[in-house]
């Protein structure tokens, strides 16, 4: 998942934060607050630091 590689490269690059540039209702079908939750909930950013 883009995140988890996203995640990687922060530890590699010393960085402290991701942009994804998700905007909530930006397009209805994707990006509403379900799908981003669900996104939220099955990444694996907790193992990063």
Known sequence: MM???AGKLMKE???DFIITGEVL???PMSQN???LDIV???QDMKNIY
């Open 3 to 5: 995140l988890n590689y």
């Open 13 to 15: 690059l010393d960085a």
């Open 25 to 27: 209702n930006q397009r």
């Open 33 to 35: 607050r379900q799908a």
């Open 40 to 42: 939220k909930r099955n």
